[in-house]
């Protein structure tokens, strides 16, 4: 049985005291998918405990129908509650890690030091890594045993800055993620249309730009999953 570690934010507003938090497509679509393939899913956070889910994301209008089935699965809510911290599982080994998005990541991802050395030894295994939306800004500072960034010269993608535009959220997040990610080298990639899907592989690191990349990704991820199964037996 494959292991999945999703990696979610504990954080649940901007400094401004406007609500944020994990945008629940981001980590329902990969979530169930696993779940269909009888995986083994620990969900963790920075802090472990309760994840703050964004409200934006329960709007009618981005609340799609794998979404909405959670979001009503009593037992799916009481995992939110639960996540492991991720000292907890710092030392176990994972198949897939799995940084959902949302604001709130923007906060507590980019300069853990646990998540950093999760994510280094997993990629330097050869193990997959995935990051969607604002969960990408979690590879930023993850710095590889040679010293470079993990994303210098890797093609990635992430919310892009005129996407932080027509969310109107410019003026509240911490940083432009898309210039972060091109600072440190990283090739970067995004949909010819701002807000529609785009995924990027790049050897097992595959990203997704937004929310509306949540079930191309997820499926990906699973195909990838698949074939490094298949090639390892």
Known sequence: ML???????????????????LWLSELTHLYHAAKEKGYDITTSSPNGGNIPIDPESLKPLTLDK??????????????LKYSKSLFEVSN???????????HGTMYDFPN???MQT?????????????????????LLNVKLSNGEFLMKDKKLTGFSWFEESLAR???????????GLKERGAD????????????????????GQNPFSSK???????KELERQTQNKY
């Open 118 to 138: 999760i994510i280094r030894n997993q990629y330097e295994n050869g193990k997959m890594v995935a990051a969607i939306c604002h969960g990408v800004s979690g």
């Open 3 to 21: 292991k999945i570690l999703i990696i979610v934010t504990n954080i649940n507003s901007y400094t401004s005291g406007k609500e944020t938090g």
């Open 216 to 222: 191309q990704t997820a499926k990906r991820v699973m």
């Open 112 to 114: 853990d030091k646990t």
């Open 66 to 79: 794998i979404s909405k089935s959670y979001w009503s699965d009593t037992s799916f809510l009481e995992l």
């Open 169 to 179: 959220r410019k003026k509240e997040v911490p940083f432009n993620l898309e210039a």
């Open 92 to 102: 176990e080994a994972f198949d897939l890690v799995y940084l959902a998005g949302g």
């Open 188 to 207: 970067y990639k995004k949909a010819f249309i701002p807000m529609t899907s785009k995924v990027v592989v790049d050897g097992n690191l595959i990203t």
